[in-house]
């Protein structure tokens, strides 16, 4: 079955630039998404067809896409943003999830 | 404003059965495709099943296969999910799941969970 591989935690500073990858075969010839979950909350979407961000999404979020894996970037990091983040495509018509990156901001 | 509220989790045995509901409203239901997204306590999201806006299309996890059934009710904009033969892994609260028709069908909207335990 198809996979998508995140890193389990990624550790930034305060206004510095977070990147999380997301890696799976073929990856670029698909489009992922990436939503964000504070803890106790569902999901929100953040990015969608790699590099779009839905209307309210602070502009410092932005996503890339190149050969089997795509990133999330988040430049000038908030203490907000400290959340999980998973990718996700769908394959054959079925959803895939990686497996959540846990983004600490301290 | 868009909203789905899922119902009818609780505390089930193994092999029991349980059948979820949500109920959307803001948005013309019958036009979406929706799906069922679960997690498990402490886990990841993980993908169950999806069903066209019509219903006549319907996709599962390979993991629910044959135990699960998705359908709706255009009528009532609602949307289901009936559970058999339920597995301790099955445990976890279950998200209703609304998809955008763009290109990359993202999913715009979740609902806050219904939450289902197995166990004995």
């Known amino acids: 079955s198809y996979e998508l591989t995140q890193p389990p935690s990624v550790s930034v500073s305060p206004g510095q630039t977070a990147s999380i990858t997301c890696s799976g075969d073929?990856?670029?010839?698909?489009?992922a998404c990436w939503y964000q979950q504070k803890p106790g909350q569902s999901p929100v979407l953040v990015i969608y067809e790699n590099t779009k961000r839905p209307s309210g999404i602070p502009e410092r979020f932005s996503g890339s896409n190149s050969g089997n894996t795509v990133t999330l970037t988040i430049s000038g990091t908030q203490t907000m943003d400290e959340a999980d983040y998973y990718c996700q495509a769908w394959v054959s018509s079925t959803g895939v999830f990686g497996g959540g990156t846990k983004l600490t901001v301290l | 404003e868009v909203q789905l509220v899922e119902s009818g989790g609780g505390l089930v045995q193994p092999g029991g059965s349980l059948r979820l509901s949500c109920v959307a409203s803001?948005?013309?239901?019958?036009?979406?495709?929706m799906n069922w997204v679960r997690q498990a306590p402490g886990k990841g999201l993980e993908w169950v099943s999806y069903i066209s806006s019509s219903g006549n299309t319907k996709y599962y996890a390979d993991f629910v296969k044959g135990r699960f059934t998705i359908s709706r009710d255009n009528a009532k904009n609602s949307l289901y999910l009936q559970m058999n033969s339920l597995r301790a892994g099955d445990t976890a609260l279950y998200y209703c799941a609304r998809e955008d028709p763009s290109v990359a069908n993202p999913i715009d909207y979740w609902g806050q969970g219904t939450l289902v335990a197995v166990s004995s």
């Open positions: 803001g948005f013309t239901f019958s036009a979406y495709e």
């Open positions: 073929k990856l670029g010839n698909k489009y």
